[in-house]
């Protein structure tokens, strides 16, 4: 189309300088006039430019050569999305194509200081945009960041059959050192080269999971972490199953940041808060009900062992009796009643003192014949000479995580159900790391047609990752004295906020359980094709799944490679001989193939070395 000569820069000023600025109010009618001439750009009102230019100046901005407009762009930062930058339109003059004025553009963006807090960008684009889908493919490249798409607004669903499908464009998580709003703590400022010094001289020797990971780690977003240094690991540890949404959701974190901004309580013991009646409303509505679920909850403090001692001192005073059956490989936790349930040798070697009152029994798939141990169990139980007496609770873990991935069967769970029910036993869950929907629905035995009486939930119950841990109680066994088990962070209201909007998020319909489902399976056909090329089995179900190499050398190696390749992945088991695969739940299609790219490749060379050894 041929353009106002009076409005646009000529042809013959192709050469020219390009410069770049923010609008301002008198822009908005040329600029209107510039998309305006561009057949392919729908057009909008010239108001719409001008309250562009004048309200939205901040993330807009315009390219000019000799004074007259060549390139616009139009964004704005969606409130629910405080880290995105939503781009609206893009805008370059025919005549200065070609020459980068639109990724100028949009770099000039990121620059301002409005656009600080961004780590995504967001844009809706057609099928057939060719110029668009290359212009967000080379920002993507630029930054580094993975870029995705889906169908946003659909054709028929949203235009009446009257525009294309636009599909939503993301890019991200990326990160600027270089325009971070608040400058590092000088005494940070030496790990931004990856310095441990200061750790390995101060930090106790019972830290774990760093020696594995040697590496300052600076921010974390959705899958991925991201070093000081720059470099990106995709993330299939996750907190051990804490971060099943992923690092720093951003509705999680806006909803979090705007309470904090209006001095919502942090601390309160136990007492009444807005933000504790707001979880518990949504925990009863989302969760509980739907399920035909009747629990009490109780708030025990910060972190699972916390609910496990809890549990088992509630077993023993509603029953009277002191024994609790806990089961091989399971883990608990290592405070001294929750490690007394624990059967990691490593783990127990630090108590100092004998680990009393707990029988330690089969769990499904132990014993070598294929019997399940609880015909033995049962039988022991109902001999009064067998010297086993009945005990106040089995506590199970539906899927041994730390134990090795070993995952019970639905007729085995339901057998032990029985059995406690028997014997006037009660059945604790511990739903700690599987839980939260970990396997697939939110808690690990919704299938399984059992209704434990106790229910401890901890790691990603609070969403976020924050310290929270719940334990649920049938009301009949709802007999404390008030205060009678009580602690100073029972009442992290921080985590409620966050945990109330985790619930709402993700949990509100079927449609996350659905996805998780079917990451699940593609999850387990990935592991499997691993597995069985280098002559290993798979363990666990859903998103909760590892392959067993027999020994934890290898393990250990294979992570080593992994970490090398830009994966953070770690071991389980007894010999830590199982590799696990943790990545958060709401990890992108195309993230964790990426991971399982580089798990792939570093079994392949590891199998190599051991080969030429």
Known sequence: MQLDQAVHAPRSQKSRAVTYRRPRKADGARIWALIKSIEALDDNSMYCNLLQCSHFAGTCALAEADGKPIGWVSGYLPPEKPDTLFVWQVAVHPDARGRGVAKQLVRELLKRKACAPVHYIHSTITRDNAASWALFRAIADDLGAPIADDAHFEREAHFGGRHDTEHLVEIGPFDRVARRPFPPSQHLRPFMSAAIETFTRRESEVRSYCRSFPIVFERAQGAELIAADGRRYIDFLAGCSTLNYGHNDPDMKLALVDYILRDGVTHGLDMYTEAKGA???????????????????QFTGPTGANAVEAALKLARKVTGRRQVVAFTNGFHGVTLGALACTGNGYHRGGAGLPLEGVTRMPYDGYLADGTTGLEMLGQMLDDSSSGLEAPAAFIVETVQGEGGLNAASTEWMQALEQLAHKHGSLLIVDDIQAGCGRTGTFFSFEEMGISPDIVTL??????????????????EHDIWQPAEHNGTFRGNNHAFVTARVALEKFWKNGAF????????????????????????????RGMFRGIDV???KTASAICAACFERGLVIETSGAQDQIVKVLAPLTIKQEQLDAGLDILAKAFAETHRAAAAA
Do not use: N
Request: glycine residues 16%; without cysteine; aromatic residues 8%.
């Open 279 to 297: 979880f518990i409303g949504a925990f009863e509505k989302i969760i509980l009900e739907p399920r035909g679920m009747d629990y009490r909850l």
């Open 550 to 552: 027999g020994e934890g």
């Open 458 to 475: 901890a790691k990603s119950l609070s969403g976020m990752g924050l310290p929270f841990a719940m334990v649920l109680l049938k009301p």
């Open 513 to 540: 359980a659905g996805k998780i489902a079917a990451k699940g399976e593609h999850l387990g056909e990935r592991l499997a094709e691993i597995a069985k090329k280098h002559g290993y089995a798979t363990k666990g």
